[in-house]
Structure formats: C-alpha cells, structure tokens
C-alpha cells in the first residue's frame, strides 16, 4: 500500500463525505493505493454513522471509534499503530487541508528522501488576533528551543515516513510536537512544504485559547524528557547540589562573620536575626529535595519496562533467535 491517510475527527459529520471523495480523486489521478483511517475521537453527533456509510461504498475507508474524546494525540497515536502504508498521511477533517497537496508530500517522502515532511500554511485565514499572532510566537519559541526550522509545528497537514510512525509515540497533547519528537527519536531529515489553508466549510473550531497554555507546558515536558528522560538525576542531581552547596557555604560564611565579630569584641546580632541565614537554610533544604527526586525518578526509571527500549535503524549478519537455538 503506497499511503495511509488518518483523519482523527470531533464532530465534523458534514464534512466527511466530501474529505473522502475528494481523497478518493486524487489518488486515482495519481494511481496510488490507499486507506483512510477516519478516528472518532467521542464525537457527539452522528459523524460514526457517516463514516460507517462510506466504509460500505468505499472499501479503502476504515473506521476506529472511541467511547469518549480522548483528544487529537489520542486518535493519531492509534492511527498510526493501525496504519499499513508506506507513507502516512494526516490531514484534519475540516477541509481546512487540501487533498491535492498529498501527490507532492508522497513524492518528497519517497524520492526526496525525506523523514517527515511538515505543512507551512504560509498564507491564514484565521483570526489574526485569536490565532494567528499567538501561533507565531509558539512557533518561533519552539524553533529557538527544538532547533527544528519549521514555520507552523501545528499544523495538521504532515506526510511521514512508515518506519518513524511506528517509532514514537504521541500522548497528552503532544501531537503538536510531533516533529521534536521524531527528532529525538533519530528522524533527523525533516522537511517542510507551504501549503493551502482553505476556510473552514462547516462547523466551528474545536480549539480554544487554552491550548496555547497547554501548549507551552507540554514543549516544557517533551523538551525535559527529550534531554533527561533516561537520565533524570544529572537533571535534579546536578540542581541540587549546586543549590545545597551554594547554601552550605552561604552559611558558613555567616558563621565565620559571627566568629570575627566575636573575636574582636564587637556586639552583632545572632545568626539567626539574619535573612541570609534562613536563604541559606532554604537552599539546603530545596537542594537536598531536588538531589533526592533524582535518586527517586533513577529508581522509577529502572523498573521502566522502556528503561533499554533502543530505536535500530539496521542489522547485518545477526541470526534470529529461533535458528540459534535449533543449533542449539
């Protein structure tokens, strides 16, 4: 199979018929074997029945439907365990993405030699305000702290190689990072192509300003995990000790104060009286906590069934399992 379309979906019954058929176009046009993975994400109206009439007409479209709204990374990350082409597609199911452009994004992955392949929606027509002046500031924090030059990390329109879909794994809300993560993963070849952003036809956005919060703490998390999640303690552990040791001698230096000022006979208050010394004590305490929660998060790393889980590209001369032990 040359391609895998997922469409993970809330809500968008009106659209679906007409996402299809035009999917359905132009892969004819191009003589590329398909599926679409349509993935109801809880939705409330009758978007299942929908697609349960197009699985009856068209045998390409598959369906998977979830008991309640797990949310967009959800419904990709079970796309992708389910996808069987060589180049997976995903394409938000508002026609907001444009079909047409899945010919290009097919090429650039196989002959172009691309990893992934992310869409540019060079030209909005969003809210400027609501989104689209948020959407800049998101995207150039997360090219200074990823190193990724992409221009629109979220937008919905990606082609991916088969091997890096069944390689990573996307929870939370993290589908907007999709990229940083196949980065980490070892998919280093990462490209982008602009494309058209049509106006939504039916419905309304399911998005609200509060995914821009969320979406600042999730680049925290993934970041942290990209660069300490099987090393936690050189994380907290060098934190801590610089926090406690810095403490540590901030207190001894007002011991030491307190000691001359003896010494020479000179009245100065208790060490106790000082701001500094309960700065000081602070820092011990905050450096022993965080030198602690490195031994605790190694500790829960090591019983992680993923503690040696490795990503291989290739192996050569290396005889499976089952015929070293018939030698045997």
């Known amino acids: 199979m040359d391609i895998s379309v997922i ?7 009106e659209s679906l018929a007409k996402l299809s058929e035009w999917i359905d ?27 349960e009439g197009l699985s009856e007409n068209n045998p390409c479209i598959r369906g998977i439907k979830f008991r309640r709204n797990y949310g967009k990374s959800a419904a990709l990350n ?3 365990e389910h996808a069987e082409g060589d180049v997976v597609i995903t394409m938000d199911a508002d026609l907001q993405d444009s ?3 899945i010919p290009e994004l097919f090429r650039m992955i196989k002959q172009d030699g691309y990893d992934l392949v992310s869409g540019w929606k060079k030209v909005r027509y969003d809210s400027t305000l609501a989104k689209n002046i ?5 995207n150039a924090t997360t090219r200074w702290l990823s190193g990724i030059k992409l221009h629109d990390f979220n937008c919905g329109l990606k082609a991916y190689k088969k091997k890096v879909v069944k390689s990573i ?13 196949a980065k980490w993963a070892g998919f280093s070849k990462i490209g982008e192509k602009v494309v058209k952003h049509r106006k939504r036809e039916f419905g309304v956005s399911k998005f609200g300003m509060n995914r821009f919060v969320n979406g600042y703490l999730d680049l925290m998390s993934i970041m942290f995990v990209s660069k300490f999640g099987k090393k936690p303690m050189h994380f907290f552990g060098l934190l801590g000790s610089l926090m406690f040791f810095v403490g540590i ?3 001894i230096v007002l011991g030491v104060q307190k000691l001359i000022a003896v010494s020479n006979g000179e009245v100065m208050r208790l060490v106790t009286d000082s701001p500094y010394f309960y700065l000081s004590l602070c820092t011990i305490i905050l450096g022993t906590q965080l030198f602690l929660t490195g031994f605790v998060a190694e500790l ?12 291989i590209e290739e192996e050569l001369n290396f005889k499976s399992t089952n015929e070293n032990s018939k030698h045997n």
């Open 78 to 80: 079970v796309g992708f």
């Open 7 to 13: 469409v993970p979906l809330f809500n968008e019954e």
């Open 25 to 51: 176009r132009v892969m004819k046009e191009n003589s590329l074997s398909y599926e679409i993975i349509m993935v109801d994400d809880g939705s409330k109206d009758d978007s299942w029945k929908v697609i």
């Open 169 to 181: 794994e996307v929870y939370g809300e993290m589908h907007r990072y999709i990229p940083i993560i």
């Open 249 to 251: 001698i901030s207190a």
């Open 300 to 311: 829960i790393g090591r019983n992680s069934p993923t503690r040696n889980h490795y990503l």
């Open 99 to 101: 079909p047409d452009e």
């Open 134 to 138: 948020p959407s800049k500031l998101y």
